[in-house]
């Protein structure tokens, strides 16, 4: 072996350990990454302040969530509010179905008093009114409420979404596969998912034409998880997620989002 053939030979074996070592690094640097999972404050930080209220996105902001999630509906009007029951019954008092009043008239209802004394007076907000106060702070998940008595309710939502020029701060989801179907028709670039508590029968969420899947946590496993991702789906997940040993669980499943009453909580668990 002469000069020449004794240094090629010497470069390439430095050449393929490096080549080693330099694999070797990635694999213990993808092993230690650590998977980020968001978190989103479920109808605004409603542990702590009443759902569905400004006060709770003004709440989840200041506890640093990625995300807050709301219920939208319309009132007899067509007026975009915020609000989860169809009755107003819960949290105001009034014993009236959502899509039976006007705006004007549940204006002036209380949605505050019933979490605690110091929210009273606390109104009803409209949706665009979340929207305007979260712009450039805080994304949405906004979740369709159908009632069975929405007309238009879905193009609504979609339509003030295009208004405000707010398609890239938000998802869009719903219990009704339906609708989220239509929103993507409407506009394929709003991100929708779809919410459920035990795997449908007649969809295959795993091929269907959504982004995520919002679920409740008894239902989320490793297969579910795998198989999600590998449709190239995220997982969000709902229900009893602010247990200590869900939490633990939640998190090594290396799901993407939760959607939690709670957000303080769980940054502080996931920042130990």
């Given at each position: 072996?002469?000069?020449?053939?004794?240094?090629?030979?010497?470069?390439?074996?430095?050449?393929?350990?490096?080549?080693?070592?330099?694999?070797?690094?990635?694999?213990?640097?993808?092993?230690?990454?650590?998977?980020?999972?968001?978190?989103?404050?479920?109808?605004?930080?409603?542990?702590?302040?009443?759902?569905?209220?400004?006060?709770?996105?003004?709440?989840?902001?200041?506890?640093?969530?990625?995300?807050?999630?709301?219920?939208?509906?319309?009132?007899?009007?067509?007026?975009?509010i915020l609000y989860h029951?169809?009755?107003?019954?819960?949290?105001?008092?009034?014993?009236?179905?959502?899509?039976?009043?006007?705006?004007?008239?549940?204006?002036?209802?209380?949605?505050?008093?019933?979490?605690?004394?110091?929210?009273?007076?606390?109104?009803?907000?409209?949706?665009?009114?979340?929207?305007?106060?979260?712009?450039?702070?805080?994304?949405?998940?906004?979740?369709?409420?159908?009632?069975?008595?929405?007309?238009?309710?879905?193009?609504?939502?979609?339509?003030?979404?295009?208004?405000?020029?707010?398609?890239?701060?938000?998802?869009?989801?719903?219990?009704?596969?339906?609708?989220?179907?239509?929103?993507?028709?409407?506009?394929?670039?709003?991100?929708?998912g779809y919410v459920f508590?035990?795997?449908?029968?007649?969809?295959?969420?795993?091929?269907?034409?959504?982004?995520?899947?919002?679920?409740?946590?008894?239902?989320?496993?490793?297969?579910?998880?795998?198989?999600?991702?590998?449709?190239?789906?995220?997982?969000?997940?709902w229900g009893k997620v602010?247990?200590?040993?869900?939490?633990?669980?939640?998190?090594?499943?290396?799901?993407?989002?939760?959607?939690?009453?709670?957000?303080?909580?769980?940054?502080?668990?996931?920042?130990?």
């Open positions: 072996m002469n000069k020449l053939e004794k240094f090629n030979y010497f470069r390439w074996g430095i050449l393929k350990t490096s080549k080693i070592i330099f694999f070797i690094a990635l694999i213990i640097l993808s092993s230690c990454s650590k998977h980020k999972i968001l978190i989103t404050a479920h109808r605004g930080s409603s542990g702590e302040a009443p759902e569905n209220t400004m006060s709770a996105y003004l709440l989840a902001i200041d506890m640093g969530s990625h995300y807050a999630e709301l219920d939208v509906q319309e009132t007899s009007d067509d007026v975009l029951d169809t009755t107003y019954n819960r949290t105001t008092g009034v014993s009236a179905n959502v899509w039976d009043l006007s705006y004007l008239s549940i204006k002036e209802f209380d949605a505050g008093s019933w979490k605690n004394e110091s929210y009273r007076g606390e109104p009803i907000p409209l949706f665009t009114d979340i929207i305007d106060s979260v712009n450039g702070r805080m994304l949405l998940n906004v979740e369709i409420k159908m009632n069975g008595h929405q007309d238009g309710l879905t193009e609504h939502v979609v339509q003030v979404l295009e208004d405000k020029d707010f398609i890239d701060q938000c998802i869009v989801t719903s219990f009704d596969f339906d609708a989220i179907d239509k929103v993507k028709k409407i506009n394929p670039k709003i991100i929708v508590s035990k795997i449908p029968n007649n969809i295959d969420v795993f091929s269907a034409d959504v982004d995520l899947l919002s679920v409740k946590n008894i239902i989320v496993t490793p297969e579910f998880v795998h198989k999600a991702h590998k449709s190239g789906k995220e997982v969000h997940v602010d247990d200590k040993e869900e939490m633990i669980r939640l998190r090594n499943l290396k799901v993407d989002n939760i959607i939690t009453n709670h957000p303080d909580r769980w940054f502080e668990f996931l920042n130990q």
